[in-house]
Nanobody, 116 residues
Framework: QVQLVESGGGLVQAGGSLRLSCAASRSISSFSVIMGWYRQAPGKQRELVATISSIAGTNYADSVKGRFTISRDGAKNTMYLQMNMLKPEDTAVYYC?????????WGQGTQVTVSS
C-alpha cells in the first residue's frame, strides 16, 4: 500500500501563486513510477493537470501549460506543483496520484480556491 499526503492548498487572488506538495510513503524515483496531479471542480469530472516520470518526463494539460510546473525530489519522496498566474477557473480540489505496477494510488486532496 502507498500513502500520499497533499499539502499547500489555500485561498489566493487571481494572478497569485501556490505550491502544492505530495509526500509519498515509498520511493518515487524508480523507473516504473508515474506520478501526477489531477483536479476536480464542483460538478465536473476529475481531470489531468500534469504528470512526471523517468520514462516520459513531464506532461501538462493545455489549460496549465506555461503557468504550472511539476517536479519531484527523490531524496524526500515528494512531488510538487508550482502554480503561477492562477485563474478563478483553476479552483478545484487537487489530488496527487502514483501509478505503479498497474495500480493507482490517490491522496486525500487539497482545496485550491482562486478569487477574482
Amino acid at each position: 500500500q502507498v500513502q500520499l499526503v497533499e499539502s499547500g492548498g489555500g485561498l489566493v487572488q487571481a494572478g497569485g501563486s501556490l505550491r502544492l506538495s505530495c509526500a509519498a510513503s515509498r520511493s518515487i524515483s524508480s523507473f516504473s513510477v508515474i506520478m501526477g496531479w489531477y483536479r476536480q471542480a464542483p460538478g465536473k469530472q476529475r481531470e489531468l493537470v500534469a504528470t512526471i516520470s523517468s520514462i516520459a518526463g513531464t506532461n501538462y494539460a493545455d489549460s496549465v501549460k506555461g503557468r504550472f510546473t511539476i517536479s519531484r525530489d527523490g531524496a524526500k519522496n515528494t512531488m510538487y506543483l508550482q502554480m503561477n498566474m492562477l485563474k478563478p477557473e483553476d479552483t478545484a480540489v487537487y489530488y496527487c496520484s502514483l501509478s505503479l505496477s498497474a495500480k493507482n494510488y490517490w491522496g486525500q486532496g487539497t482545496q485550491v480556491t482562486v478569487s477574482s
